[in-house]
């Protein structure tokens, strides 16, 4: 079989999944990795880069989660939209990217004031997205957000 031959036939089966398996990971783990450092505005008005350094870009005004949703001392974590939202005191909303910034993964729970990454045990405060442990390298990137009626909505 002559190499031209060999270019131009088509891919097996396997050849076909094996390539789009790794396309499907390979993207959002590229995009995940990006560096990106900063922070953006939060619900208490504090200002950062043009959306949060990294954090995903939510349309102003999208309602996000219902305040009642979202637990004092505690937070709930969007897939949607990709973000973690607490509330560290009661009225006080806060949101963060949901992907831990050490490698990529998303941030599984919200326990004892802390956002926890399973993949390295990353810890981040539900506060301003410090990390409070684990070998992530910077803070969650926070997204800005307020609170219209009884939803946290992207601001």
Do not use: W, Y
């Amino acid at each position: 079989m002559s190499n031209l031959s060999r270019m131009t036939s088509p891919l097996s089966r396997r050849q076909a999944i094996a390539g789009a398996t790794a396309a499907a990971v390979g993207v959002p783990l590229l995009a995940a990795c990006s560096s990106g450092s900063g922070s953006g505005t939060d619900s208490t008005g504090g200002s950062g880069g043009a959306n949060g350094g990294g954090a995903p870009e939510q349309k102003a005004g999208a309602a996000l989660v219902a305040t009642a949703d979202v637990p004092v001392g505690g937070g709930v974590i969007l897939s949607g939209p990709g973000l973690v939202v607490t509330q560290p005191s009661q009225g006080e909303f806060k949101a963060f990217s949901s992907t831990c910034t050490h490698a990529g993964c998303t941030v599984s729970q919200v326990s004892g004031g802390e956002i926890v990454c399973p993949c390295h045990g990353s810890q981040f405060s539900i506060t301003d997205g410090s990390v409070d442990g684990g070998p992530a390298p910077s803070p969650l990137p926070s997204v800005a957000v307020q609170v219209k009626g009884d939803q946290v909505v992207a601001g």
